[in-house]
């Protein structure tokens, strides 16, 4: 299983990015898909991840900015970030495992990583 992340960059406080995980060697319809992000000097924690059936679940610290999607036909996962603050600032990372109708949110339920893409939010 690969999974690859894009879309990182550079943001202002208040803008946007979309990040994309592109996962192959995978029945992708039956896999979770959960977004991480890890600051410097932090731990990794959950953002936000996307049952098999296409629920999605999410971070209090991201509730109502971010948005996760997935499209089967193209096996990718999409994470739509809106109103960016600094403290969002992070390597943000996709992983997979095989899925059901449970939420997965913790580091350990998750069998495959991606490479992380770096998101700055700063004026």
């Known amino acids: 299983v690969q999974l690859v992340e894009s879309g990182g960059g550079l943001v202002r406080p208040g803008g946007s990015l979309t990040l994309s995980c592109a996962a192959s060697?995978?029945?992708?319809?039956?896999?979770?898909i959960g977004w991480f992000r890890q600051a410097p000097g932090k731990e990794r924690e959950g953002v936000s991840c996307?049952?098999?059936?296409?629920?999605?679940s999410y971070a209090e610290a991201v509730k109502g900015r971010f948005t996760i999607s997935r499209d089967n036909a193209k096996n990718t996962v999409s994470l739509q970030m809106n109103s960016l603050k600094p403290t969002d600032t992070a390597v943000y990372y996709c992983?997979?495992?095989?899925?059901?109708?449970?939420?997965?949110?913790?580091?350990?339920?998750?069998?495959?990583w991606g490479q992380g893409t770096q998101v700055t939010v700063s004026s």
């Open positions: 996307i049952t098999s059936s296409d629920s999605p």
């Open positions: 060697g995978v029945t992708f319809d039956d896999v979770a």
């Open positions: 992983a997979a495992r095989l899925g059901d109708s449970v939420y997965y949110t913790g580091t350990g339920d998750y069998n495959y």
